[in-house]
């Protein structure tokens, strides 16, 4: 039974957010945004990997007046939060990618824009004008319909490509297969042509997983990651590294940056939690190029650890998702409204004044 979404003033913390969304979504909805590769493993150690880390706070470290903003690819963000790139928003809400945007603008928080958007790239920009956004970026197997979408995202005004390297083959969700999941109610991948925006199911398994299976290249190299920085003057981070060795692999072939992200769980099970893998890569890249990080940030605490480990700034994706589906873009505006209230309150209680007072020696 579908439960009517209470008001999002009404609620504190963004667990409170996911566990009013998960009661109001349709049930294939609601298991598309939660679910985990295979046993979930990784699904939850991103979570639980947070909280197995402790603050060792500083006192007396005159903490009246903090500044929580931060720098990333050389520009100043008002504080160290992006929203993560989720595909097919409007399944939550009717208000969708373009309600993300304005929301996300008003929060002075850049929005990375999924290519399986269900609002194309230029409509989300022209819903919020003022804010700022990345295009996150699958490569096709049709070279010409990747390079289309690079050129598209620099007409409309993105400042950034995010090329996704960890899927190149969907990981198996057993409860998208379960459901069979599909695009409902006439909604597409709208940054595609109506033949390529088509998310549907035979029958037989997950359409997304036969649309991967179809249309994303597998093939992938590090000499793809060259081509793509050889279209444009744009920066190009490489979303879904877990490793020292790639992070140093991804900036010598032209990577702007990487973020540290296992696709939230739902790729490779018993994969390497984000926060976990955070520390190597961050030593690795050694301020040659920017590092963020993704997966399990819930509270203002989790971007303390981050940015103490080495991240620039955190993404996040599925808390995003739950704010669209109890209330829209207002759903997503006090989302993002508690967790930088959070991230305040921590700055404040670890003793630190901005972020370069977050080194590692605050974590044990």
């Known amino acids: 039974m579908v439960m009517t979404a209470p008001d999002p003033a009404t609620l504190i913390n963004l667990a409170e957010f996911e566990a009013a969304a998960s009661g109001s979504l349709a049930p294939m909805v609601r298991d598309y945004y939660a679910a985990g590769a295979m046993d979930e493993i990784t699904l939850r150690d991103n979570r639980e990997a947070f909280d197995r880390i402790a603050i060792r706070y500083h006192v007396l470290g005159g903490v009246a007046d903090r500044d929580l903003s931060t720098q990333v690819l050389g520009n100043r963000h008002d504080w160290p939060v992006l929203i993560a790139p989720t595909a097919f928003a409007r399944l939550a809400h009717a208000d969708g990618e ?24 230029e409509d989300v920009a022209k819903a919020a004008p003022g804010g700022t956004r990345w295009f996150q970026l699958y490569v096709f197997k049709d070279r010409g319909v990747t390079a289309d979408l690079v050129r598209r995202a620099e007409a409309a005004g993105y400042q950034a490509i995010v090329m996704t390297v960890d899927a190149p083959i969907l990981g198996r969700r057993e409860r998208d ?10 909604l597409t991948a709208a940054n595609l042509t109506s033949t390529m925006g088509r998310v549907a199911s035979d ?17 992938l190299t590090w000499d793809d990651l060259a081509w793509l920085c050889s279209l444009t003057t744009l920066p190009v981070l490489v979303k879904g590294v877990v490793r020292g060795d790639d992070a140093e692999r991804a900036i010598s072939h032209g990577a702007a940056g990487v973020i540290v992200s296992n696709h939230g769980g739902r790729q490779l099970d018993t994969a390497i ?27 203002g605490t989790d971007i303390v650890k981050a940015l103490a480990l080495g991240a620039n700034a955190v993404l996040v994706g599925r808390p995003i998702l739950w704010g669209l589906a109890v209330g829209g873009e207002a759903g997503v505006a006090r989302v993002l409204a508690i967790l930088r209230d959070e991230f305040d309150l921590a700055m404040a209680l670890c003793g630190a004044r901005n972020v370069e007072d977050l080194w590692p020696d605050l974590l044990v």
């Open 98 to 121: 373009a309600g993300v945007a304005r929301a996300a603008a008003e929060a002075g928080v850049t929005q990375v824009l999924s290519t399986l958007s269900t609002t194309s790239l």
């Open 177 to 186: 297969a379960r459901n069979r999941f599909t695009l409902t109610d006439g």
């Open 203 to 219: 029958g037989a398994d997950s359409g997304l997983f036969q649309y991967f299976a179809t249309m994303i290249d597998p093939g």
């Open 273 to 299: 939690s984000s926060i976990d893998a955070l520390s190597d890569v961050a030593e690795a890249v050694d301020g040659r190029g920017a590092v963020l990080m993704d997966g399990g940030v819930r509270r």
